[in-house]
């Protein structure tokens, strides 16, 4: 069964920082590229984030680029989100998502983002 687990989120001042994490099982992480995206209260799914499944290579949403960093760890099955400079807009529930098709997701972790 595929399992996708995430953690780290929390209620943070405006420019502070996260970071996510989400375990992953029940395939080959290293195999698939993976994503973060988010749900903002109201508002439908936005993709944030991607990278390869060796690691190399990344890509951004407009709205986050230069301020959040995605990362793996295929030895530990784990993918990462570094958000710095956050701002109330981020402020999300923050899901890791499978493959191009963003296909299963895991049940997400909230980011409140105020003060």
């Known amino acids: 069964e595929v399992q996708l687990v995430e953690s780290g989120g929390g209620l943070v001042q405006p420019g502070g920082s996260l970071r996510l994490s989400c375990v992953a099982s029940?395939?080959?992480?290293?195999?698939?590229?993976m994503n973060w995206v988010r749900q903002a209260p109201g508002k439908g799914l936005e993709w944030v984030s991607i990278?390869?499944?060796?690691?190399?290579?990344?890509r951004y949403a407009a709205s986050v680029k230069g301020r959040f960093t995605i990362s793996r760890d295929n030895a530990k099955n784990t993918l990462y989100l570094q958000m710095n400079s956050l701002e109330p807009e981020d402020t999300a529930v923050y899901y890791c998502?499978?493959?191009?098709?963003?296909?299963?997701r895991g049940q997400g972790t909230q980011v409140t983002v105020s003060s």
């Open positions: 990278i390869n499944g060796g690691g190399e290579m990344t």
């Open positions: 998502a499978r493959g191009v098709d963003q296909s299963p």
């Open positions: 029940g395939f080959t992480f290293s195999s698939y590229p």
